[in-house]
Nanobody, 125 residues
Framework: QVQLVESGGGLVQAGVSRRLSCASS???????????MGWFRQAPGKEREFVAA????????YYADSVKGRFSISRDYANNLVHLQMYNLKPEDTAVYYC???????????????WGQGTQVTVSS
């Protein structure tokens, strides 16, 4: 089992960049390289939606059309982190962002076994 903790959220203005990070916590000893990792987000009154995913070896990445070209998911194996770099943020990116760990990099949230508590990103216009 792995416990996930997101960080990096906050209140930002439209057009700026922000980087979210996902770390494992606890004494399980599991490293994030053991899992495919995904980022999802949920805005008020909306369903949770896929944002990005990366395979275990980092060789394959996937993005939602709404963020393609603006967001980048990456792995930091040395520090056991997964990042979501967000560029040119828009008000519609406002949401709680969750990282998730699972067996395969997919856009299906039900495929992920472990979830963080989320970090709020608010983009003002």
């Amino acid at each position: 089992q792995v416990q996930l903790v997101e960080s990096g959220g906050g209140l930002v203005q439209a057009g700026v960049s922000r980087r979210l990070s996902c770390a494992s916590s606890g004494r399980s000893g599991r490293t994030l390289s053991t899992y495919a990792m995904g980022w999802f987000r949920q805005a008020p009154g909306k369903e949770r939606e896929f944002v990005a995913a990366v395979s275990r070896n980092g060789g394959n990445t996937y993005y939602a059309d709404s963020v393609k070209g603006r967001f980048s998911i990456s792995r930091d194996y040395a520090n056991n982190l997964v990042h979501l770099q967000m560029y040119n943020l828009k008000p519609e990116d406002t949401a709680v962002y969750y990282c998730a760990a699972g067996s395969s990099a997919t856009s299906d949230w039900a495929s992920y076994d472990y979830w963080g508590q989320g970090t709020q990103v608010t983009v003002s216009s």
